[in-house]
Nanobody
Framework: VQLQASGGGLVQAGGSLRLSCAAS????????MGWFRQAPGKEREFVAAISRSGIITDYADSVKGRFIISRDNVKNTVYLQMNSLRPEDTAVYYC???????????????WGQGTQVTVSS
């Protein structure tokens, strides 16, 4: 499966952005999906994950209550709605597909190219 992330940009603190990740192929609904992020000089970190059906979601503590992950298995797309953004959310955001939606990046086989999110104070 090929993944194409989009929706990043520059936003002021307190603002919102919605990231999208479009997947190619017909097997999208068989993959758990995740969002990760990597800030300069830091390791890639888990942000959110969603199960194949979309029923089960998981969030990093740092984004819980502010970010919402969702998916549309008809449109082959996973979303990350990001609200109340903070400067520390600044990073390149990556979407990923794997057998299940998990917190560790080694669980994912396919990765998108990343989209830059910059939050100004």
């Amino acid at each position: 499966v090929q993944l194409q992330a989009s929706g990043g940009g520059l936003v002021q603190a307190g603002g919102s952005l919605r990231l999208s990740c479009a997947a190619s192929g017909r097997s999208f609904s068989t993959y758990g999906m995740g969002w990760f992020r990597q800030a300069p000089g830091k390791e890639r970190e888990f942000v959110a994950a969603i199960s194949r059906s979309g029923i089960i979601t998981d969030y990093a503590d740092s984004v819980k209550g502010r970010f919402i992950i969702s998916r549309d298995n008809v449109k082959n797309t996973v979303y990350l709605q990001m609200n109340s953004l903070r400067p520390e959310d600044t990073a390149v955001y990556y979407c990923a597909a794997g057998a299940t939606g998990a917190r560790y990046y080694t669980a994912y086989n396919y990765w998108g190219q990343g989209t830059q999110v910059t939050v100004s104070s």
